[in-house]
């Protein structure tokens, strides 16, 4: 089965002559677990990647984006400041692999395997479903949820947990140790109309 995994084109060519790096997951900052993001959609909108957006210096998320410390800002003739971060749907990764392996493994399992079993094992369903949509809420902020109110991410996270907001989870898939570059079988670049070839 194909599976896709969405990166720079830079990075693209580097994991050709190599392989396919595990990364942070959703939950990494709790269980330090690493593994491979990938989708089983080839479309790039709602995983939560940085597409190339230029930030200016009175953007809510310049902030945070800034402390991160890995761009560099440029003053503008006008006098303000901006950062340009890096693409990561430039190019996308067609991946042929077993859906049955061990070492693929989807959301709702790495939730279960990370959250469920190893960091909070035993406690109510309220809380799964408060971890998990919280988590699932960061892909539709990939710099920061800084500059919105706590009211509207509480918002915004029960309507996940109540299903009445729309969310990529279903699609999201983990690989839990590196991809040797022959099990990729494509790579295809973002176009100018946003297709891949």
Same mark, same amino acid.
């Given at each position: 089965?194909?599976?896709?995994?969405?990166?720079?084109?830079?990075?693209?060519? @580097? &994991?050709?002559? /190599?392989? !396919?790096?595990?990364?942070?997951?959703? #939950?990494?900052?709790?269980? *330090?677990?690493?593994?491979?993001?990938?989708?089983?959609?080839?479309?790039?909108?709602?995983?939560?990647?940085?597409?190339?957006?230029?930030?200016?210096?009175?953007?809510?998320?310049?902030?945070?984006?800034?402390?991160?410390?890995?761009?560099?800002?440029?003053?503008?003739?006008?006098?303000?400041?901006?950062?340009?971060?890096?693409?990561?749907?430039?190019?996308?990764?067609?991946?042929?692999? @077993? &859906?049955?392996? /061990?070492? !693929?493994?989807?959301?709702?399992?790495? #939730?279960?395997?990370?959250? *469920?079993?190893?960091?909070?094992?035993?406690?109510?369903?309220?809380?799964?479903?408060?971890?998990?949509?919280?988590?699932?809420?960061?892909?539709?902020?990939?710099?920061?949820?800084?500059?919105?109110?706590?009211?509207?991410?509480?918002?915004?996270?029960?309507?996940?947990?109540?299903?009445?907001?729309?969310?990529?989870?279903?699609?999201?898939?983990?690989?839990?140790?590196?991809?040797?570059?022959?099990?990729?079988?494509?790579?295809?670049?973002?176009?100018?109309?946003?297709?891949?070839?």
């Amino acid at each position: 089965m194909y599976f896709y995994h969405f990166t720079t084109a830079s990075a693209a060519q @580097n &994991i050709m002559a /190599s392989s !396919l790096k595990v990364g942070i997951t959703p #939950f990494s900052a709790m269980s *330090k677990r690493q593994a491979v993001n990938l989708t089983n959609t080839p479309d790039p909108k709602g995983h939560g990647l940085l597409t190339g957006q230029t930030l200016k210096d009175t953007d809510p998320e310049y902030r945070a984006v800034q402390a991160l410390g890995v761009y560099t800002p440029v003053r503008n003739p006008d006098g303000y400041y901006t950062i340009t971060v890096a693409d990561q749907t430039e190019a996308m990764l067609v991946i042929d692999l @077993n &859906i049955s392996s /061990s070492k !693929l493994i989807s959301y709702d399992k790495l #939730f279960e395997k990370d959250i *469920k079993n190893m960091l909070y094992p035993g406690r109510d369903k309220k809380l799964y479903d408060q971890l998990s949509a919280t988590a699932i809420h960061s892909a539709d902020y990939p710099f920061s949820t800084a500059h919105i109110s706590n009211a509207q991410q509480d918002q915004e996270i029960a309507d996940i947990i109540n299903k009445k907001r729309k969310h990529k989870a279903p699609t999201w898939f983990f690989h839990l140790v590196d991809i040797p570059a022959k099990k990729i079988v494509e790579v295809r670049l973002k176009q100018s109309d946003g297709s891949y070839k």
